[in-house]
T-cell receptor, first 113, second 113 residues
Framework: RKEVEQDPGPFNVPEGATVAFNCTYS??????FFWYRQDCRKEPKLLMS???SGNEDGRFTAQLNRASQYISLLIRDSKLSDSATYLC??????????????FGKGTHLIIQP | DTAVSQTPKYLVTQMGNDKSIKCEQN?????MYWYKQDSKKFLKIMFS???????INETVPNRFSPKSPDKAHLNLHINSLELGDSAVYFC????????????FGSGTRLTVV
């Protein structure tokens, strides 16, 4: 079973629409959660952290359901510039160690004019 | 002003050669990482390192070795390069206890011929 699973897409969405991605994670010890964005041939960049209470940053809303081990990202009023791959990421922080983030394979989003 | 910088950006080399990729961060972070992104775009951690502890992903061949002259640098040395080593290698850094996610370098695209 993969540690972080996402639908790879691609999701083809008209500009202005609302789109939602989900991911599931297998390790219940996961302690922190993020969405990263990766543009073609670029490095991943942090989009937002995900908190249990849900959090919003402009057009982006992230939700975490620890019981179901499920994370979501909602993008409202999508823009052409939102086209990218969205990576679901979890971190298992064990003591003072740094075991690294675990990345999903990403969901490819294409916003169409 | 680049927060995490790695060089070179592109590296083309023959099988059997030994090569190094350099990484420097000016964020004052205590932990640095190397990730490999293969042709299927899957990001996988290779190493995490702070001044106390090196954590190695057990799947990484021992031809790969991280070298850290100081807290701000984590270089990646690869011996006896193989065709399968072709990938994009990303350096990243974080301040573990702050849990703000990672900052990535722009990547080194390694092609072994």
């Amino acid at each position: 079973r993969k540690e972080v699973e996402q639908d790879p897409g691609p999701f083809n969405v008209p500009e202005g629409a609302t789109v939602a991605f989900n991911c599931t994670y297998s390790n219940s010890a996961s302690q922190s959660f993020f969405w990263y964005r990766q543009d073609c041939r670029k490095e991943p960049k942090l989009l937002m952290s995900v908190y249990s209470s849900g959090n919003e940053d402009g057009r982006f809303t992230a939700q975490l359901n620890r019981a179901s081990q499920y994370i979501s990202l909602l993008i409202r009023d999508s823009k052409l510039s939102d086209s990218a791959t969205y990576l679901c990421v979890v971190n298992i922080v064990s003591g003072g160690g740094a075991d690294g983030l675990t990345f999903g394979k990403g969901t490819h989003l294409i916003i169409q004019p | 002003d680049t927060a995490v910088s790695q060089t070179p950006k592109y590296l083309v080399t023959q099988m059997g050669n030994d090569k190094s990729i350099k990484c420097e961060q000016n964020l004052g972070h205590d932990t640095m990482y190397w990730y490999k992104q293969d042709s299927k775009k899957f990001l996988k951690i290779m190493f995490s390192y702070n001044n106390k502890e090196l954590i190695i992903n057990e799947t990484v061949p021992n031809r790969f070795s991280p070298k850290s002259p100081d807290k701000a640098h984590l270089n990646l040395h690869i011996n006896s390069l193989e065709l399968g080593d072709s990938a994009v290698y990303f350096c990243a850094s974080s301040q573990v206890e702050l849990n703000y996610g990672y900052t990535f370098g722009s990547g080194t695209r390694l092609t072994v011929v």
